[in-house]
């Protein structure tokens, strides 16, 4: 099924596909209506959250600046198949993700453009592991307040950790793991927060068993391997994030192996820096995304071009 409609010289759409599980996948995509693409945007979107209405700003803002826009709801979230809410494998969710954006970048008109990550939240450790899945695949990223670690203010003691852990195994679906509400504490605008809660593609449970173990997990695995980041990005946090923690984007940005990397740290923002901030701090952030972006376009290296420098790199070590 796909869907077009046409408003402020962007272009929406949207379709379902199938994963290699069989499950049903939404998928949707933003495009300049005047012009070709100048690059691929491939977005990540948050836990919990959805592409058509919480990653809407993101992508038109994106489109209307000149970048070809795509998106999906992961298993579990927004109108995607799965139990809502329910990650019972992170690799399986990555996997996925894998799979459709190649399948976008190797399209017939998108095989010479630029491919750009963007990830939120935990969109943002789904990004890292699909750097970390195909190293030389993708020509950067743009990281908005990582999941490298969930904060300690939200975290559960580690005793109710080791007990959540092993009852994931009995009761993978039980929704049961004591966090504040994180609508709270993530987006910062009231009218947001009202939103989400009455938008029926967000998640609004506490977290279920295996889903937290596997946030857990994965977010353990990444602060570990940061330095295996290589990648050129943009990364950016709030100051005042209580969902993930801003110190560790700091040691992303100087573990990190990338020779160009830039790091961004707004003073009294929140977690939700793209939907949920101060429109006067979301122009803030977009300036420098969109900035960051044209930057890297403007050098001119096309997709040839890049993986003839990457084939040369080989020749030389060798």
């Not at 046409?6 to 995509?29: A, H, Q, W």
């Not at 998640?203 to 990648?231: A, C, F, I, M, W």
Request: glycine share 8%; hydrophobic share 35%.
């Amino acid at each position: 099924m796909e869907k077009t409609t046409g408003k402020s010289n962007v272009r929406y759409e949207e379709e379902y596909i199938l994963n290699s599980r069989g499950m049903k996948l939404f998928t949707c995509r933003w495009l300049p209506v005047h012009s070709e693409p100048k690059a691929l945007i491939l977005l990540c979107h948050g836990y919990a959250m959805e592409s058509t209405i919480s990653m809407k700003g993101c992508g038109t803002r994106l489109a209307k600046a000149g970048y070809g826009v795509y998106g999906m709801d992961y298993e579990g979230h927004g109108k995607s198949s799965g139990l809502p809410g329910y990650i019972p494998n992170f690799e399986d969710l990555v996997n996925d993700c894998s799979d459709h954006f190649t399948s976008v970048c190797e399209r017939k008109g998108n095989m010479k453009k630029m491919r750009i990550l963007m990830g939120e939240s935990m969109g943002g450790a789904v990004l890292l592991l699909l750097h970390r899945k195909k190293p030389n695949y993708w020509d950067g990223a743009v990281l908005v307040a990582p999941m490298c670690k969930i904060a300690d203010n939200i975290r559960p003691h580690p005793v109710v950790v080791n007990v959540l852990s092993k009852l994931s195994c009995v009761i993978p679906t039980w929704k049961i793991i004591p966090t504040p509400d994180i609508i709270d504490i993530a987006f910062r605008v009231p009218d947001i927060r009202d939103e989400i809660r009455s938008n029926p593609y967000c998640y609004k449970g506490k977290p279920r068993l295996l889903t937290g173990n596997q946030l857990l997990r994965v977010s353990l695995d990444l602060e570990t391997r940061l330095k295996e980041v290589s990648l050129p990005f943009l990364l950016v946090h709030g100051g005042d994030d209580k969902v993930t923690d801003p110190s560790v984007s700091k040691l992303l940005y100087e573990s990190a192996s990338s020779t160009d990397k830039t790091f961004k740290l707004y003073p009294g923002m929140w977690h939700s820096l793209t939907y949920g901030e101060l429109p006067e701090n979301i122009e803030i952030v977009f300036s420098d995304v969109v900035n960051w972006l044209d930057d890297r376009i403007a050098v001119g290296n096309s997709r040839l071009e890049i993986e003839q420098k990457h084939g040369n790199d080989i020749l030389l070590k060798n």
